[in-house]
Structures are given as C-alpha cells and as structure tokens.
C-alpha cells in the first residue's frame, strides 16, 4: 500500500459527511469547552465558509453561551455591526447600512450577503436580552491607522476628556500622509520620521480596566481598542516596507492581544468565536510559517491560554468558484479554483471522501502528521500561479478539526453585480 493510499484510507475512516446530522452535532460537542473557538477559511470569498462558519456560531451561542465574534476586521467599522445588532446610540438602521462601513477594499470580504443574513440573526438574538447577555461583533485587525484615530478624537471630545488636546497634537504627526499607510511606512522606516512616541503615550493615557456592567455603550473598549490600533498600525506601516515576518508578526500579535482585552472586558466567563483565515488560526508551528520565524493568531492563543480553552477548525475546498482580485485593488472578480493539486490535502479529501465532510483530527494517525500541501487563496488570486497557493503543512498538528467542501460557490457581494473572469 502506497503513502498516499494509506492517508487517503486514513481520512476515509476520519471523515463524516457533512449531510449527516452527527457531522455537525460532534464538532460543536468538540468545540463547546473551549473558551476561544477558531474558524478558518481557506479564501476569503467563498460562500460555504460564510454559511458554515455562521451555523456553528449559532450554534454555540445558543447552545454554550458564546458572546464574542472576533473577526478578520477593522475594528470602526466592524464596531459599526456591534452598534446595530445592540442598538446603541448612533446605530444603523439596517444590516446593510451597518456593512457599509466596510468600504475600503476588499469590500467583499464582510460586506456580502451571508453576513448581511448573520448580523440580521444576532439582531433578532439580542433583541430580548439584557446588554450582558448580548452577543457582540468586534474586529481585530490593525489597518484602520487613520480611522481609528478619528474615533479616539470624537470619543475625547464626547466625554469632554482632558486628554483631547493631546491626541490631537499626537495625530497631527500623521496629517503630510494623507490616510496612506504606505507613504507613512516609507517615511518612517526610511527616514526615521516616525509618530511612535505620541501613539505610544496616548495608548498608556487611553487604557481602562472598565468592565461590561460599568460601560453598557463599550464606550471606554471602543476608545482603548482604537488607541491600541494606533499604535500597533504605526508600527505595521512603519515596518511592512521592509520587514515581512515582522508586519506579520505584529499584525497578529496584535490581533491576539485585541482578543485577550476584548475576553477579559467581557468577563471571566466569555466565550468568543474568532472568523479568520485559516493562515491566521491554524497553528504557524504545524507549517513552513515557523520556519520564516512567523506566528499567528492559533499559535500565540494556545500558547497563552490553558490547554483546551483554544479550539481551531481549518476549511478548505477541492474546487469552484471564489470571489478574489488579480491585484491589490483590482475589480473582485468570481473566478474558477482548480481541482486540488495531486497529493495535496485537498486532492487527499477528494479521493478518500469527494463530498462535503467534517474531520475531527484529535487522534489522527500518524500517517496523516506529515507535512502536506494545504491550499491558501488570499484576496489577490492567480489560479495560474496555482502551486505557489499551497503552505505546507501538518493538518492534525495545525488544527484540531477540518472541514472539507467539495465543490465551493463564491461569497455574494452586497455592492453591485460579480464579475466574472
């Protein structure tokens, strides 16, 4: 029996088709003891991520109390979702007018339909909850530099806070760049004409230590989370221009530390469910990433928080269609995904399953811990390039579930009509 043979009867054996009620009903049994559940995407516009990853949350909400989404989002606008599924001051009117705040691209990636339909449930879910029972919607990502600096400002200014005059003279270092963050990058790291100082001081002026039942608005985390993208959104601009695994680094590093201050915010008893790219929650020491000297969100939580509180799913597809860009920037495009590579994790699947299924990897045999190539789309596609899609990786050691789709759909854009190459 051949290597490949002995994994495709080895994932065969693990495998429960999706379309079996037990499929589901075991993964949110597994995942249910976990403080922190981790749900990746193997691209970021593909629709069965979004539907599956949002029936799980459901699910654990109202089976086993979790009252955080964390997602792959800037934190003003997915702020914006948390105002309107809570009905704080200042709320939208609709699902759709509250996703609007996503509108720097890849608009796509939480402006769409299946979202829409999600924020609409969590609406309809907190509606006849008390504030410290709602379920709330934050982001944790560290683009937002200049947004999220408007924020810290309007906040100041509300509460008449004696630390306006400061920030304002902390932000004016940012005015000659305009809202660009490359601009900033190359400033700061080439020529030493940085505002790190000022965000720094700011950020140690800003920190509160305020629980839920003391700010039902989220006024003081709104304002503390702003400052802390401040100041790690400097220092990602500052050194995505010439250090790769460092703005990695900081990046998520600093979208762990939004989640640890969003759970202890919340209480000792909170549970999140954290929306990422698989790149992000699965385990960087299961791939080539540890390797290049990278972490990530699924690494750093399991090595700070106790054994079982982290709980991460991986997803992935053997072909279809995606939502994605040929450049950063470019039109969002509905492209075609090849089939798997042969030998790759998704080529695995589709011979030993070659339908929808869930994976719990807990005790894989060890034939199936050997580093395997794993697909990974991002928002710019090149199905061309297709080999250089692909991260190595050990998948029982990356994750602790999988989900397979066989043929995926692409993610439903809320903003004009797909295009499609």
Avoid at 16 to 23: D, F, I, Q, Y
Avoid at 206 to 228: F, G, H, K
Avoid at 278 to 301: C, E, K, P, S, W
Avoid at 335 to 341: A, H
């Amino acid at each position: 029996m051949t290597k490949s043979t002995e994994r495709i009867e080895a994932l065969r054996k693990l495998a429960v088709p999706l379309k079996e009620k037990a499929a589901l009903d075991d993964l949110v049994k597994a995942a249910s003891s976990a403080r922190c559940v981790l749900l990746g995407e193997a691209s970021h516009g593909t629709s069965e991520f979004y539907t599956l990853r949002a029936e799980l949350t459901k699910r654990l909400i109202t089976e086993h109390g979790c009252r955080i989404i964390a997602v792959e989002g800037d934190w003003p606008s997915c702020f914006s979702v948390n105002r309107y599924i809570k009905g704080l001051p200042g709320a939208a009117g609709s699902a759709a007018e509250a996703l609007a705040a996503f509108d720097r691209w890849p608009e796509w990636m939480w402006a769409n339909h299946e979202i829409g339909d999600l924020v609409e449930w969590l609406k309809a879910h907190n509606a006849s909850l008390p504030p410290e029972r709602q379920v709330g919607f934050y982001g944790l990502d560290v683009y937002s530099l200049w947004e999220s600096m408007d924020e810290i400002l309007q906040y100041l200014e509300r509460t008449g806070s004696p630390n306006v005059e400061e920030a304002r003279a902390a932000f004016e270092c940012f005015e000659p760049f305009g809202g660009e963050g490359q601009s900033y990058g190359i400033s700061a790291s080439l020529f030493g004409e940085g505002c790190e100082d000022e965000v720094v001081a700011l950020l140690a002026k800003l920190r509160t230590e305020r629980t839920r039942s003391e700010d039902p608005q989220e006024e003081a985390l709104d304002a503390e989370i702003n400052a802390l993208v401040a100041v790690d959104g400097e220092r990602y601009y500052r050194a995505m221009i010439t250090h790769d695994a460092e703005s990695w680094n900081i990046r998520d590093r600093h979208m762990t530390e939004v989640l640890h201050r969003i759970l202890n915010f919340h209480g000792p008893d909170a549970k999140a469910v954290v929306w990422e790219h698989n790149t992000h929650i699965g385990d960087a020491r299961a791939t080539d990433m540890f390797t290049d000297g990278m972490v990530n969100v699924g690494q750093l939580a399991r090595e700070q928080m106790a054994p079982g509180e982290v709980y991460a799913i991986g997803f992935g597809t053997h072909r279809g269609k995606v939502m994605a860009g040929t450049s950063w920037g470019s039109p969002a495009q509905v492209m075609d995904v090849p089939q798997g590579i042969s030998g790759s994790w998704e080529d695995l699947l589709h011979h030993a399953v070659g339908e929808d299924c869930v994976l719990l990897l807990k005790d894989a045999p060890a034939v199936l811990r050997e580093t395997i190539g794993h697909r990974a789309i991002g928002v710019v596609y090149r199905p061309t390039h297709e080999r250089g899609n692909y991260v190595p990786s050990r998948l029982p050691d990356r994750y602790d579930a999988f989900v397979h789709v066989e043929v995926s759909q692409a993610v439903r854009p809320l903003a004009g009509e797909p295009v499609f190459a």
